[in-house]
């Protein structure tokens, strides 16, 4: 079972920036494709970003491309997600999971453990 915890949302103003951190508890962390989703109350949960095991290949959804960067530290089982130029449009819940083996397309990851997610607001 691998739990995952997320951290670093807030509140921040059109044009700033924020750091997302999920850390896994889980062993096998670095054979995972591990990604960030976000969620609003009248939205599906959408794909944002998915990073390989190896942290070579990374993968955005076009809304977020240039903005946000997916990183990882298999050394300390923590992913990343560096959020730069946020709108007010970004304002969601950001859960990060993971899923054993190769990536997906975004569209096609499902994922096999989820985080309790971390709310990001951006006011205009």
């Known amino acids: 079972q691998v739990q995952l915890a997320e951290s670093g949302g807030g509140s921040v103003q059109t044009g700033g920036s924020l750091r997302l951190s999920c850390v896994a508890s889980?062993?096998?962390?670095?054979?995972?494709?591990m990604a960030w989703f976000r969620q609003t109350p009248d939205k599906w949960r959408e794909g944002v970003a998915l990073?390989?095991?190896?942290?070579?290949?990374?993968t955005y959804a076009d809304s977020v491309k240039g903005r946000f960067t997916i990183s990882r530290d298999n050394a300390k089982k923590t992913l990343y997600l560096q959020m730069n130029n946020l709108q007010p449009e970004d304002s969601a819940t950001y859960y990060c999971?993971?899923?054993?083996?190769?990536?997906?397309?975004?569209?096609?990851?499902?994922?096999?453990?989820w985080g309790q997610g971390t709310q990001v607001t951006v006011s205009s």
């Open positions: 999971a993971a899923r054993s083996g190769t990536c997906p397309a975004i569209r096609d990851y499902q994922a096999q453990y």
């Open positions: 889980e062993f096998g962390y670095s054979g995972t494709c």
């Open positions: 990073i390989s095991s190896s942290g070579y290949w990374v």
